[in-house]
């Protein structure tokens, strides 16, 4: 069993920068990748960040260069770094994490609350 907890999310304006933090517990050693999902009014889930224990990583195309997925596992937290955001980039962000052998495609079996991330222009 695995436990997801966000933290971060908040009102920014457009151009800003913003933090978003998921702290895991309960079984953590079964993890093997965490990352990121949002939903924005409207829109499907779609996968943002996203880390592997090997390393491995995967990006949303509209976020390369403004994201950054980092993980601590002396902390079991995976983070999200967020630069430059613009407006498309408000929606509810969930913390995702899964124990697969195999690390892509990502298949989150644990969801984090969700956190609210709005962007004012």
């Known amino acids: 069993q695995v436990q997801l907890v966000e933290s971060g999310g908040g009102l920014v304006q457009a151009g800003g920068s913003l933090g978003l933090s998921c702290a895991a517990s309960g079984s953590v050693f079964s993890i093997n990748v965490m990352g990121w999902y949002r939903q924005a009014p409207g829109k499907q889930r779609e996968l943002v960040a996203a880390k592997a224990s090997d390393g491995s990583s995967r990006y949303a195309d509209s976020v390369k260069g403004r994201f950054t997925i980092s993980r601590d596992n002396a902390k079991n937290t995976v983070y999200l770094q967020m630069n430059n955001v613009k407006p498309e980039d408000t929606a509810v962000y969930y913390c995702?994490?899964?124990?697969?052998?195999?690390?892509?495609?990502?298949?989150?079996?644990?969801w984090g609350q969700g956190t609210l991330v709005t962007v004012s222009s």
């Open positions: 995702a994490a899964s124990s697969a052998g195999r690390s892509w495609p990502f298949s989150a079996g644990y």
